[in-house]
């Protein structure tokens, strides 16, 4: 026998991202953000450390389709196109060489920012929500399941502002790839079923 939750209020509905081809959706847990995670000018010397990385709440997730309220707070509002990777199965501690196992599927997604407010907070220190974690900070295209999708190696992601394209690279061109950033979030955080995560953003982020 088990009990219903009695709530104080009715529960928000969670967070959900459409899948392609269909009716279900994926509940979305939490959104991982991964820092620079390309060479953003040709030459650059390859990384030593992991990338940083940061959250958006649930809640900034939203459908890549129609319009978007401009935020608040800001007058520098960026674009910022990456893969994303949802993840089906959790685990701590997961092996790069076992990481795609614990993947769903894939969506492109734009960690959209708030520039000026992330300059900023780098230059006291401060924390990266205001910039990051804002209403409808997170659009994404519907996920398109590992089952019929596999694991991209190689494929463009790009992002085009009214006609004219701002950015474009191949995932092949990730500095640390999707199984090593699963790893290395494993490492720090328990991944939950329904986690996403943003992979980082190739150059020419812009307003
Ligand atoms: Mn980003």
């Known amino acids: 026998m088990s009990a219903a939750i009695e709530f104080v209020f009715p529960a928000p509905a969670p967070a959900a991202l459409a ?31 992991m990338p940083a990385w940061f959250m958006k709440p649930a809640s900034a997730v939203c459908a890549a389709q129609g319009s978007l309220p ?21 685990g701590r501690d997961i092996d790069a060489a076992q990481a795609q196992s614990h993947i769903w599927g894939y969506a492109a997604g ?7 407010l992330q300059q ?35 494929g463009a992601v790009w992002l085009t502002v009214n006609g004219v394209e701002r950015q474009r690279a191949d995932v092949g061109e990730l500095l640390w790839s999707v199984p090593e950033l ?18 980082g953003t190739p150059a020419c982020v812009g307003p």
């Open 70 to 90: 401009y935020p608040p707070q800001t007058r520098e509002f960026c674009h910022e196109i990456e893969l994303v990777v949802a993840i089906g199965r959790g």
């Open 110 to 116: 734009l960690d959209l920012t708030r520039r000026d």
């Open 120 to 154: 900023q907070a780098k230059q006291a220190g401060g924390p990266w929500e205001p910039a990051k974690a804002f209403d409808h900070s997170a659009p994404c295209t519907p996920l398109v399941p590992v089952a019929t999708l596999g694991h991209p190696r190689l």
């Open 182 to 199: 699963v790893a290395m979030l494993s490492r720090s955080v328990t991944l939950l079923p329904g986690d996403l995560m943003f992979t």
């Open 19 to 49: 899948v392609q081809r269909s009716a279900a959706v994926f509940p979305v847990a939490r959104v991982f953000c991964i820092g620079r995670n390309y060479r953003w000018t040709p030459g650059e010397p390859a990384p030593t450390q």
